[in-house]
């Protein structure tokens, strides 16, 4: 028998295919576990230093839109809060700043469209999307400057044309009729038309209102303290589908939950809040998790959503972990897509986080 001298070559290059196949391997599925758990520390062009860093912790639910939007350079001043017209695909962002606008306009794409030079608006806070569904959307902002607009909530058309004032302008108060807020944090518009409202970023209220649709007082919880229905600092609410309201209580470091209907207390989440306060609660289209941030401790934590009829407590099942000083301050959630919109003060931007797909879609 004849010696074959490409048989060894032959077993040589097979194997140096396996172990180059299992190496690319490796380094794929090294590189999905950096997405999924990793830190992001890439930078965008003209973004912020900020801008991309945080890290997931728990379960992955959500990764960051590194491209949205696509000019953030347009931020120029403090971002403070975010709204969603998930049927226009729209995007509002409302800042503060000596010479900013005061609403900037995106499409959920990253596309910019426009802004809102309105001198109406002194210091906006929340802002809220009304009516998303026809064909009259509007936007309301929550106003907690001191000067003569300020001390208000008022309503606008998607171009930032002035429509309707609640409250009294420039005036400080806690009067029902007529209606004065003092620095009113931000607003919730059910869509029977019903409005709850919290009332009070540190002034001198600390009230949950709910306004019938003729926009008359319905009830009230309104008394400052640590108890039961009290509130210290409430900055965020949200109604869900089974009326319940959420309320971020913020100086006391819990949400409350009350009956939509009858304004009863049916409980209090506090337990997950031992580090810092929650400024934010929005519910996700899949009525699954809360979206709570805590601005001091730079964190975005989804919560797992209670079964209609009880409250229990409170369970963290994912937590992003944002740069320091990023400051996230509230949110909102696009409904058709599940996209989530952080309004972030210290870093001075929106940003977009999109649901993961991991075999099966998170709406």
Not at 92 to 98: E, L, S, T
């Amino acid at each position: 028998m004849k010696y074959t001298p490409t048989a060894k070559p032959l077993m040589l290059m097979t194997k140096t295919s396996h172990t180059c196949l299992i190496v690319s391997s490796m380094a794929s599925l090294v590189l999905l576990m950096m997405v999924l758990y990793g830190t992001m520390s890439s930078q965008q062009p003209g973004g912020s230093s900020l801008r991309h860093d945080y890290q997931l912790l728990g379960r992955p639910l959500y990764k960051l839109d590194l491209s949205w939007p696509k000019n953030p350079e347009l931020y120029t001043g403090d971002v403070f809060g975010v709204a969603v017209n998930q049927y226009a695909g729209v995007v509002y962002v409302a800042q503060r700043g000596d010479n900013a606008p005061k609403v900037l306009v995106f499409t959920t794409d990253g596309d910019y469209l426009m802004s809102w030079n309105t001198t109406t608006l002194e210091k906006p806070h929340g802002i809220f999307l009304a009516d998303a569904a026809s064909s009259n959307p509007t936007v309301w902002i929550t106003d907690v400057g001191n000067g003569p607009y300020g001390h208000c909530i008022k309503r606008y058309t998607p171009s930032g044309k002035l429509l309707q004032v609640l409250g009294t302008p420039g005036k400080a108060g806690s009067g029902l009729d007529p209606l004065q807020f003092d620095q009113p944090a931000e607003i919730f518009v059910h869509d029977s038309g019903e409005i709850y409202i919290v009332d009070g970023d540190g002034g001198m209220n600390n009230r949950l209102i709910k306004l019938s649709k003729e926009q008359k007082v319905m009830w009230m919880h309104g008394e400052k303290g640590q108890g039961l229905a009290q509130f210290y600092i409430p900055h965020s609410v949200n109604v869900d589908t089974a009326q319940r309201v959420w309320v971020a209580d913020r100086g006391n470091k819990r949400i409350q939950v009350f009956n939509s209907v009858t304004g009863e207390w049916l409980g209090t989440w506090g337990s997950c809040f031992t580090e810092d306060a929650p400024y934010s609660v929005r519910l996700t289209p899949d009525k699954k998790y809360f979206v709570v941030v805590q601005l001091n401790t730079n964190q975005i934590s989804l919560l797992d959503a209670p079964p209609v009829g009880m409250i229990g407590q409170c369970r963290v099942v994912s937590v992003i972990q944002l740069a320091d000083d990023v400051k996230p301050h509230l949110v909102d959630l696009d409904l058709k897509t599940g996209a989530l919109y952080v309004a972030e003060i210290g870093a001075q931007q929106a940003q977009k986080f999109t649901p993961f797909s991991l075999g099966e879609n998170f709406l």
